[in-house]
């Protein structure tokens, strides 16, 4: 027996003594699928157990994409306005950015904002940045 059988994605309901049971869900779903496993011996006894697997929502990952300035610019201001975009499938989220910016890899400059941009004052000429 199974229920919430619509949170799958896939199912084997014809699983043999050596099979394992393998429970996909769908994409973008939450719940919780119970089971009910009916065991038969060659003796004709039989043995019931139940189990049930839940799954709980999981946040889709933002999209941050066109970069501004683009990547390895030359002759860029010695002030500067980094900008992104970004999309986030789940829109109630709050987003947080961390940017790491300096000239050694890894950058040691570390700026923190809830905005799509920051400035970046006092460069150095001549100078590349990571």
Do not use: C
Request: charged fraction near 20%.
């Amino acid at each position: 027996m199974l229920q919430g059988e619509e949170l799958l994605n896939s199912f084997d309901p014809q699983a043999g003594p050596r099979d394992r049971l393998r429970l996909t869900s769908r994409p973008n779903v939450s719940g919780t699928v119970s089971l009910e496993f009916t065991l038969h011996d060659g003796d004709g006894a039989t043995a019931t157990q139940k189990a049930s697997a839940v799954w709980v929502p999981r946040p889709d990952p933002p999209q941050v994409t066109d970069p501004r300035p683009a990547d390895k610019l030359v002759d860029v201001p010695i002030s500067v306005a980094l900008n992104w975009s970004v999309s986030d499938p789940d829109p109630d989220e709050r987003l947080h950015f961390t940017v790491l910016f300096g000239e050694s890899n890894p950058p040691q400059n570390v700026i923190t904002t809830e905005a799509a941009s920051i400035i970046v004052r006092d460069l150095v000429e001549q100078t590349q940045y990571l």
